[in-house]
């Protein structure tokens, strides 16, 4: 009954995490506007400037936290590119060729 109640409480979507975002916004800016009449000057400036900075930081958060799914059809003009394989079916070589005089000056040094 408790994961039913918690699922209620989870930001699924971006568009739920942008109504949370809005949310704390509102409520940064009373906080503010509360320490500018509380505190007159720069202090009740600074303290409200911290709330309005931290609605930043947390709906960065809340955004890069949110997965975005990606679309089943690709947009655009352009066609996913084919990948070739081999005849035994892999999809790359298994060993790189071998270059004879490829090593450089130094390992052929001999002292």
């Known amino acids: 009954m408790l994961k039913k109640i918690g699922r209620l409480f989870t930001i699924k979507t971006r568009f739920e ?6 949310a704390i916004a509102l409520g940064a800016v009373e906080r503010g506007r509360l320490y500018v009449e509380t505190y ?3 202090g009740g400036w600074l303290l409200a400037a911290a709330c309005t900075a931290v609605v930043f930081v947390a709906g960065g958060k809340l955004l890069d936290s949110v997965t975005v799914r ?8 352009y066609r996913a590119p084919v990948q070739r394989r081999d005849l035994n079916g ?4 298994t060993r790189l060729p ?4 490829s090593e450089s ?3 052929r040094r001999r002292d």
Do not use: N
């Open 17 to 22: 995490a942008w109504l949370v975002i809005y």
């Open 40 to 42: 007159p000057g720069w």
């Open 70 to 77: 990606a679309p089943a059809l690709a947009a655009g003009p």
């Open 90 to 93: 892999r999809s790359r070589p």
């Open 98 to 101: 071998s270059r004879r005089g």
């Open 105 to 107: 000056r130094i390992s």
